[in-house]
Structure formats: C-alpha cells, structure tokens
C-alpha cells in the first residue's frame, strides 16, 4: 500500500509540483540528443555527440550533478573522430522572475569541468587531459517537468597529446526531465493523507 501511494504521490507531484521545477530537492535528468559543433582548430569538423547529465537542486535555481559526453564526428578527407568527458556539472538559473522571457521558459548558466578528450583520425590534434566548458541556455517547458533546451557552449580541453590546447564552440538541443526530490514527495504525500 506503501508503494502504490508513493507511486502516486510521485505521479501527482510530476503533473502539478512542476511550477517549482527548479526548486531545493527536486532532480534534473536528461541530454544533449543533438549537438552542432563547428569545430575552431583545423581540420573543421561537423560533429554529433551525446551529452546525458543528471543534477539535484541544492537551492532554489542552483543545480549540482555530473555530465558524460561521448561523439563521433567527421571530416572531409580525414576519417572519423572520438570525443569523450566525464565530469562534473553546475548549471544557475538565475534569481526568480527575471529569467523568464516567454511564459514556461527560463534562462540558465552552465558550467563543467572533468576529463575530457578528442582525438581525431589521421596524425595530430589528439588533446586529452582538463576539460572545461561554459555557456548560456534556454528551457522552454512543454509541460509542467519536461524542458525542451538549447545551450551554447564554449569547450576547451589542457592536457597532454600531440596538442597541448583544444577548444570548440557548440550549439546543443535537448531535454531535460525534472523530478520532484524525496522532500518534494512527501509534501505531497502528506498533503493527500
């Protein structure tokens, strides 16, 4: 009995709690399923990568968690290229209020930093070691815990290979699914007793 009243208290806080989807306790969860990236360094290379990434709300608006990122991209005459990262993720939206432009959408800063590594097909240009990217993005919520995005990304890669610095500048669409906490599912369990 239990279960099937966690069950739907977690179902109603998914339905109705998502006004505060950004709120203290509460989990984000999704990826970057799509990701243009224009590639800086020569050769200039068109790339499709894979970016999941979960965080939990340490406050209202402040998001700690992890991102992995893995992609093949590809390069006229030059093979096929790997990029990988682990690493560790922080991602503010902003005071209430002021990051919402449209009605259900908000703006968001995104940092990580971890390993990270690209190492592209032919001789030269391998850059594995510190990864880091941050930049500026944009939710819209399709309902009340799903938040289509777009983040733009300044990444650089320090560390050792045949090149010492790497960096890219990428544009990603994705979604992001956003859960009430354990706090968020009480309150709601209690508030149905």
Sequence with gaps: MKKLCLTISLTIGLL???????????VMMGAN????????????????????KAAWFIQDGLALGGDVNFGLATAKGAGTSISYGIGALGRYYGSKGTDEVVK??????????????INPAGSGGSTNG?????????????????????????????????SAYSHTLSLGV???????GRSTARKVENDMK
Aim: glycine residues 16%; charged residues 10%.
């Design 16 to 26: 109705y709690g998502a006004s505060a989807q950004i709120q203290k306790g509460n």
């Design 33 to 52: 399923i799509s990701d243009i990236k224009f590639g800086l360094d020569k050769p200039n290379v068109f790339s499709l990568n894979i970016n999941p």
């Design 104 to 117: 259900n959408s908000k703006f968001f800063g995104e940092a990580t930093v971890g390993v990270n590594g």
């Design 130 to 162: 510190l990864g880091f990217s941050f930049g500026p993005g944009f939710t819209y919520f399709v309902t009340r815990s799903i938040g289509l995005e777009t983040l733009l990304k300044y990444n650089g890669i320090v560390g050792f290979g045949s």
């Design 174 to 180: 994705g979604f992001q699914i956003y859960l009430p």
